[in-house]
Nanobody, 121 residues
């Protein structure tokens, strides 16, 4: 079983910055892709950014140039640096990790509990 612990959400004014972090622990043989999704009220969950084990990144168009995803493989931790925040970035942000389970070597996906990001105008 894998647990994801997220931190870093909060309330910030438009134009401000926040940094989210998410650490995975448990029955992990290897962590593959790590990423962040978000879900705003009344909207579907969307992928914000992802980073592969080799460091390749991808972003949703609305955050390109403002958000940066990174990871520390030694700590099984993924970060999301969010700059120039806008009110439309307000959402619950969920960490997502694809990993190979050390118990049976099956590929699985785990989700964090979510952290609220609120950007005031």
């Amino acid at each position: 079983q894998v647990q994801l612990v997220e931190s870093g959400g909060g309330l910030v004014q438009a134009g401000g910055s926040l940094r989210l972090s998410c650490t995975a622990s448990g029955s992990i043989f290897r962590v593959n892709t790590m990423g962040w999704h978000r879900q705003a009220p009344g909207k579907e969950r969307e992928l914000v950014a992802g980073v592969t084990s080799s460091g390749s990144t991808n972003y949703v168009d609305s955050v390109k140039g403002r958000f940066t995803i990174s990871r520390d493989n030694a700590k099984n931790t993924v970060y999301l640096q969010m700059n120039s925040l806008k009110p439309e970035d307000t959402a619950v942000y969920y960490c997502n990790v694809e990993y190979r389970d050390s118990r049976d070597y099956f590929a699985r996906r785990a989700w964090g509990q979510g952290t609220q990001v609120t950007v005031s105008s």
